[in-house]
Nanobody
Framework: QVQLVESGGGLVQPGGSLRLSCAVS????????IGWFRQVPGKEREGLACIIADGSTYYKSSMKGRFTVSKDNAKNTMYLEMSSLKPEDTAVYYCAVGGPQKSVLASLLVSCHYSDYDYWGQGTQVTVSS
């Protein structure tokens, strides 16, 4: 089965940076679309950055220029690099993968909404505070 293990969360000062990692096991990451999400109490889980296919990357508008999603298929690991962090970025961050899709067309329909993802990490806390 596919399993995801997250790391890299912690406490960071406003304006600082963090790099979250998500190690995927059980299948090749190359066959899946990937995404990073976050959630705070009382709010819906929101998609931050997703790679739906090679060359097809989504970023939530408020994250553009600050967050970068990437993956290393050889290491079967995905990353979220965060910079210029703000207190409002404080949340539990989740990595997720979905698929594999049955066709190329199906892959093109995938979004960065949590409902399109099948396997989830357990979350890592990111706290931005002085």
């Amino acid at each position: 089965q596919v399993q995801l293990v997250e790391s890299g969360g912690g406490l960071v000062q406003p304006g600082g940076s963090l790099r979250l990692s998500c190690a995927v096991s059980g299948d090749s990451l190359d066959d899946y679309h990937i995404g990073w999400f976050r959630q705070v109490p009382g709010k819906e889980r929101e998609g931050l950055a997703c790679i739906i296919a090679d060359g097809s990357t989504y970023y939530k508008s408020s994250m553009k220029g600050r967050f970068t999603v990437s993956k290393d298929n050889a290491k079967n690991t995905m990353y979220l690099e965060m910079s210029s962090l703000k207190p409002e970025d404080t949340a539990v961050y989740y990595c997720a993968v979905g698929g594999p899709q049955k066709s190329v067309l199906a892959s093109l329909l995938v979004s960065c909404h949590y409902s399109d993802y099948d396997y989830w990490g357990q979350g890592t806390q990111v706290t931005v505070s002085s």
